[in-house]
């Protein structure tokens, strides 16, 4: 029999009665409950930000694919199962095929999770950083899936910029040119994932979820692409990765990463966990504060959106 992408495409009971009423609706992905953070933090973490979502009057929706199902909205059993599931595959957009026909289970990354959320209905997603071109990419053209999938899908994403060690000047010309339009948030600097600011500017900044919302309206009365809107939101400078602790040990992960023969898909991990460990987890906690203050503002553009 041939699988339909409602059978495919599972929302929860509560999101899909969210989405049927116009309530305010936020994606989150589960890469970071799978692959980003230990156990059993991941889970508390997880549980976490779904309740910063609710506490703001938004529906969360946790995404993931379990048994090549992809479930828009998780239960409690099922985060439990992502956090906890050992050899959880990490699924980005181009692996959901596969991973249906196949009845994979796996977590999905932005680029997968901003795809899906767009599917079902879904149009603001919270995120920590974003993925982007690679340095060094003019040898290897190493680039994430992310930003193709953001040309290419109408979604907000809440994130703090993409993840420092990219090529942030490279990440930021290849959104213009892809046309995605990218906009600070109470900021004229684009953030650094970590860090409060990357240093490099960002051409639009908006002020308020209001703001937001009637950016994404005008996205679809222009029509055109149906390409994303980034709502870059730094990390509180006092919650940031002390700047020059970061520019220090990611000078070093850099080199170790040069120095084992650390590239491709392997490299992202390789460099964040690196900065884990060197900075006795103060990246780590510095992308969580981040990651709940994306959150709790995607949620209050949910409720603008839903409103407008």
Not at 24 to 52: D, F, Y
Not at 114 to 124: H, K, N
Request: charged residues 20%; contains cysteine.
């Amino acid at each position: 029999m041939r699988r339909t992408a409602d059978s495919l495409l599972q929302p929860s009971d509560e999101v899909a009665e969210a989405l049927a009423s116009g309530a305010p609706v936020v994606a989150l992905e589960s890469t970071i409950i799978s692959h980003g953070l230990p156990q059993p933090r991941n889970l508390q973490v997880a549980r976490e930000l779904e309740e910063i979502v609710r506490s703001e009057g938004a529906v969360p929706a946790t995404i993931a694919v379990l048994d090549g199902v992809a479930r828009i909205g998780l239960s409690e059993p099922e985060l439990e199962r992502v956090a906890t599931e050992p050899g959880l595959r990490k699924l980005s957009q181009r692996d959901l095929p596969p991973a249906a026909a196949l009845k994979t289970s796996g977590a999905t990354t932005v680029a997968a999770t901003s795809f899906l959320a767009a599917r079902a209905g879904i149009r603001v997603f919270a995120t920590g950083g974003l993925g982007g071109v690679h340095r060094g990419w003019t040898d290897d053209q190493d680039e994430s899936a992310d930003l193709d999938t953001l040309a290419r899908t109408r979604i907000t994403v809440v994130c703090a910029g993409v993840k420092s060690i990219l090529d942030v000047p490279a990440t930021l010309q290849r959104l213009e040119t892809r046309g995605v339009t990218v906009a600070g948030y109470r900021t004229d600097d684009f953030p650094g994932f970590y860090l409060h600011s990357s240093g490099r500017p960002v051409e639009w900044r908006i002020e308020t979820p209001e703001e937001a919302a009637a950016v994404m309206r005008g996205q679809d009365a222009f029509g055109g692409q149906e390409s994303a809107l980034i709502v870059a939101n730094p990390v509180p400078e006092n919650q940031q990765l002390d700047p020059e602790l970061h520019d220090r040990v990611l000078a070093e992960a850099l080199a170790a990463a040069e120095r084992d023969g650390v590239t491709g898909q392997a490299i992202t991990p390789f460099l964040l966990g690196y900065l884990v460990r060197a900075t006795g987890g103060a990246s780590l906690e510095a992308n969580l504060a981040a990651v709940r203050g994306n959150t709790a503002l995607a949620a209050r553009i949910a409720l603008a959106w839903s409103r407008s």
